[in-house]
């Protein structure tokens, strides 16, 4: 299976552990204890390579072995000093090695607190690793240890021994990976392929002891999960696929240190997941500056397949909560709900759900992003929507539809009595609503001239097609209607947002081969 990426966001990306990525967190460690590189954690948590070559042992230093042996491993030994943010389970490792050449192939690790390399407490260190999560080479190292916020710790990094470091293995990559304990919700959304039954969603729920429970939802099945995340962060359960006699089982591997990570493996094949971002817990010290109404449209014009818009609306509460509902382009319409989510990386709020439909015959996925500080425009999002296509003969989008869409949209306030909802259409009210033919759907495009009143009125010019649209002024959807010449009725929805900070007004008109696009501007 192939992950599918949500462009602009990194909500749905394939893992691709333990290979380094470009840029590291913090420092190559160094020669000395004294002068040991600060660990800041930021994105990512490990440093760059660190060359051993002309590395020495200190006087007072010892073996970095955790069996103090032999005698020659403190000979190249590299340090870091590391203040804890929080407590938690703390791992140190050397895991993240590249598969490029020169770099140590067996390594030892040990962490100290204490304030001088002849004069430390050792608490532990490791060797062969037994922990083999990602399949690493075994003669690397890891350590895990319970961390308390505010203390210094040291760690230290050597070759196994004098022969482990050579002028084509000398180099290590130090990675420490935190699970605080704390009470945390995260979330991500994953598409293994644009199939009704390939889209889906881990929640999980973390108490402060790193007790855990939440659901895993896939296509249409929900498989349900509780356990302890280990000492090493890592977490793992495995399910028997639903309704599937025969299926592989579905192997859920969840990295629930830093931003987070989640693997699942069917078989030889698998996906992953980038980050599972936090919920955002909002305190009168952190207050939520994004409570209101929102509306979004869902922009098919990029897809010849979609035909309409779809659309958004919903609500933030100063929780961070968030309940609406979305109208796909092909006009299915869901409630949904969902929260504000950490996005550390861009300084923005992201907020994602995913819905199984008509019986699992189709399935939506989406993430959003907005800004912080309750800026007006949704600076970016993404809808993934798949429609089966029937088995039953049906005509109505009779070749399915698999498409990943944007979504653009803003706040929306409830306007004052006599003006127009988001300055819409101002200064004289004018505008056109265009209808346009996609798929052979109506016999040619065509436009309608109309005016929206200071209260928010639709009078249209010409009532030849007895056209019709009606603005809820509270949420800003927009409901309505048009018949063509030989009698057919169809009906309108759309959604009135700001897109780029300009107001615009986009929906579809409903279609009896697939729905086509509308929209009314100046």
Not at 58 to 69: I, K, Q
Not at 101 to 123: C, E, H, Q
Request: charged share 15%; proline share 5%.
């Amino acid at each position: 299976m192939k992950s599918i990426l949500l462009t602009r966001l990194t909500l749905l990306l394939g893992l691709a552990l333990p290979i380094i990525s470009a840029h590291a967190a913090f420092d190559a460690g160094s020669n000395s204890f004294a002068g040991a590189s600060e660990i800041l954690i930021g994105s990512d948590n490990f440093s760059a390579a660190t060359d051993l070559t002309a590395f020495t042992a200190e006087p007072g230093e010892d073996s970095h072995h955790p069996l103090a042996a032999p005698a020659d491993t403190a000979i190249k030994s590299a340090w870091w000093k590391w203040v804890a943010t929080d407590d938690g389970y703390c791992t140190v490792d050397t895991f993240r090695n590249p598969s490029a050449a020169n770099f140590v192939k067996d390594t030892v690790i040990s962490v100290y607190t204490g304030n001088a390399v002849n004069n430390l407490i050792r608490l532990g260190g490791n060797d062969d690793h037994s922990y083999n999560a990602f399949k690493v080479d075994n003669a690397l190292s890891s350590y895990s240890f319970y961390a308390v916020k505010g203390n210094t710790y040291h760690i230290a990094v050597d070759g196994f021994s004098a022969g482990s470091i050579t002028p084509t293995s000398n180099k290590v990559v130090l990675q420490l990976r935190l699970l605080p304990l704390r009470k945390v919700t995260r979330m991500g959304i994953f598409a293994t392929a644009l199939q009704s039954n390939a889209l889906g969603q881990i929640t999980l729920n973390m108490t402060p002891t790193g007790a855990l429970s939440g659901k895993l939802l896939y296509g249409s099945k929900t498989y349900a999960f509780a356990g302890v995340f280990g000492v090493n962060g890592y977490y793992q359960a495995t399910f028997a696929q639903k309704g599937v006699p025969g299926a592989l089982p579905i192997t859920m591997l969840i990295d629930g240190t830093g931003d987070g990570l989640a693997q699942l493996t069917l078989g030889a094949s698998g996906i992953g997941l980038s980050n599972l971002p936090e919920q955002v817990l909002f305190t009168p010290q952190n207050l939520n500056t994004t409570t209101g109404t929102y509306t979004a449209y869902i922009d098919g014009s990029g897809d010849p397949m979609v035909g309409g818009d779809g659309s958004f609306a919903f609500t933030i509460k100063t929780t961070g909560a968030i309940t609406g509902t979305i109208t796909a382009p092909d006009g299915i319409s869901t409630p949904f709900s969902a929260a504000l989510l950490k996005n550390p990386a861009s300084g923005k709020y992201n907020f994602l759900a995913y819905k199984s439909l008509a019986a699992g015959k189709s399935a939506l996925a989406f993430v959003g992003e907005v800004e912080e500080d309750g800026s007006t425009d949704l600076i970016a999002g993404n809808v993934l929507y798949v429609r089966t296509a029937p088995t039953n003969g049906a005509i109505f989008y009779p070749q399915g539809l698999a498409a990943q869409l944007p979504m653009k949209g803003s706040t929306y306030t409830k306007p004052a009595a006599g003006t127009r909802a988001l300055g819409f259409l101002n200064p004289n009210g004018t505008g056109t609503l265009s209808v346009t033919n996609s798929g052979g759907e109506l016999a040619g495009s065509f436009m309608e001239g109309l005016t929206l009143s200071t209260a928010n009125k639709f009078t249209f010019n010409s009532l030849v097609r007895k056209p019709s649209l009606v603005l809820n002024i509270t949420t800003g959807v927009v409901t309505g209607s048009i018949t063509e010449p030989a009698g057919k009725k169809r009906t309108i929805k759309g959604v009135l947002t700001r897109d780029a900070g300009v107001p615009v007004l986009r929906g579809y008109v409903s279609g009896f081969t697939r729905n086509i696009a509308m929209k009314v501007a100046p």
